[in-house]
């Protein structure tokens, strides 16, 4: 029985391919409930028609407009008010899940959120119990990276938070975006904000530990999970199986078909449970 609280935030856009592939998370893991995880899908303001066309379809009704800042909530949708895509707001990623982050972490109805991209398979189950191993509150883990001007960031792909840094971005969303000079790559803004501002460690010793792979401690904020997370994107569908421990599968975005017969064959009812190890 797992004990941790989970929001569970996808990461969505109303244009394609990712359409597809938001469609492709609703009918195979998204379709399933485990006790104590929410899914949610998050959007911008619709674009264009399409994209009003697709929101609407999504909640089985018009798709309303929010007001720059905001946040709506119709059933599992989260729709912010800034844009949908990064052509019309380049920094609209980072504005949905700072937004998002401030909601979910208000109050005390979760302990961790765990943001994906669209391409993004989630074993509920595995995710349900290496939550259940974290033991320090004040976290963000996943797959740590340094970006091209060695700027220490968690990937966007598959991201966990603790609320109380959940609620510490959302409470300076503002102050992080108007430093963020990286566009829309929402992680690298994100990994800055912490590692200077919330980790104790001193930003030229944070990276060095990366750099050569020392172990993260608590006072970096980061965590590492490597063997939680399985990059799909470049692997030929017949080499795509569950693997030991893992509980994120990271699919290309032009190949949703892939992320549902992976569905399909391992993890629909009566599929043989056939896991490999790393």
């Known amino acids: 029985m797992h004990s941790k609280r989970i929001a569970i935030v996808v990461l969505g856009c109303l244009s394609p391919p990712y359409d597809r592939t938001i469609e492709a998370i609703r009918q195979t893991w998204g379709a399933q409930r485990l006790s104590g995880l929410d899914i949610y899908y998050l959007y911008g303001n619709p674009v264009d028609d399409d994209g009003r066309r697709e929101l609407s379809r999504c909640l089985g009704d018009g798709a309303p407009v929010v007001e720059e800042g905001a946040i709506r909530q119709i059933g599992d949708v989260l729709i912010v008010g800034c844009a949908d895509h990064i052509t019309t707001q ?64 968690v990937s966007g792909a598959s991201m966990i938070l603790s609320v109380e840094i959940a609620r510490e971005l959302g409470a300076h969303q503002q102050e992080i975006i108007d430093g963020n000079v990286f566009g829309h790559h929402d992680d690298v803004a994100i990994g800055l904000w912490i590692a200077t501002r919330v980790s104790g460690v001193p930003l030229a010793l944070f990276v060095e530990d990366i750099e050569q792979q020392r172990p993260m401690t608590s006072e970096h ?21 569950p693997i030991e421990d893992a509980f ?3 699919f290309h975005s032009e190949r949703p078909d892939d992320m549902t017969q992976f569905h399909e064959r391992y993890y629909a009812r009566n599929a043989p449970a056939i896991v490999v190890s790393p």
């Open 248 to 250: 994120h599968y990271h």
């Open 90 to 153: 380049e920094d609209c990623v980072l504005r949905k899940r700072l937004r998002a982050f401030a909601y979910l972490s208000t109050g005390d109805e979760y302990d961790l959120i765990y943001t994906v991209c669209a391409t993004s398979y989630v074993d509920q189950s595995q995710l349900a119990r290496y939550a259940d191993s974290l033991i320090s509150r004040r976290l963000i883990a996943g797959a740590i990276g340094l970006d091209a001007l060695s700027t220490p960031f």
């Open 221 to 241: 904020i980061f965590v590492s999970y490597r063997e939680g997370t399985v990059d799909y994107v470049t692997v030929p569908p017949h080499d795509q199986r």
